[in-house]
């Protein structure tokens, strides 16, 4: 899981802020004022009230999650629009209407990134499978992904160590299975262990038919 939604705006600065606060005045969002950032990008703080209130009375620990920040700035040449990932919320808790409401608050901050960048959700491009030949949970992910049809690539981390270094370079992980999921947008993710229902909701609801 990702702990940010990031996407390259495709307007200069000023535009996407000006996007940014026009989409984030609307649809119950309320978008605080910014804070200025050196590069000349602005940090917001945003919230739907109603999404929050029901987050916290339901369990105030979850507070730390709440994704009440988006930021527009510059990163080689590009400017860049990014937010907190509420899905968190979801994955840390048990309770089916905590993770609907994680879920909701997913979809709406991503549908205001995209609005403020101008582009759609990015798309899957790529899987890349990192396993071991001695492990039973790569072997059963492997086997799931072949059975959704799902094109991918494995990679034997115990017989390739540059793949093993990278690998626990981009996430810390030095176990398997780890699935990378590279997209359009350049940004890849790294998905830790056989999580069924998010490999599910990203490769097979998304995955054009063959």
């Not at 094109?151 to 034997?156: G, L, M, N």
């Not at 981009?170 to 890849?188: A, C, H, K, L, N």
Request: overall charge negative; proline content about 6%; aromatic content about 6%.
């Amino acid at each position: 899981m990702k702990l940010a939604y990031v996407r390259t705006s495709k307007h200069d600065m000023p535009t996407t802020i000006a996007r940014l606060t026009e989409a984030g005045s609307g649809n119950g969002w309320q978008l605080q004022k910014g804070v200025a950032l050196p590069s000349g990008g602005m940090m917001y703080q945003v919230c739907k009230p109603d999404w929050v209130e029901s987050i916290v009375r339901k369990n105030p620990q979850l507070i730390g999650l709440l994704p009440c920040s988006i930021a527009v700035f510059e990163r080689d040449d590009k400017v860049i629009v990014a937010a907190g990932n509420a899905g968190l919320i979801g994955e840390v808790s048990n309770d089916p209407r905590m993770q609907e409401l994680s879920a909701e608050g997913e979809i709406a901050l991503r549908g205001l990134v995209n609005t403020a960048a101008d582009v759609g959700d990015p798309k899957p491009v790529g899987v890349k499978l990192y396993s071991t030949h001695s492990c039973p949970y790569c072997r059963m992910e492997k086997a799931w992904l072949d059975s959704k049809k799902v094109d991918h690539s494995v990679v034997y981390v115990d017989d390739d160590e540059k793949e093993a270094h990278r690998l626990v370079e981009r996430t810390g992980q030095m176990g398997v299975p780890v699935t990378e999921i590279e997209y359009d947008s350049g940004e890849p993710e790294f998905i830790v262990g056989f999580d069924k229902k998010r490999l599910e909701s990203i490769l097979v609801t998304t995955q054009p038919p063959n």
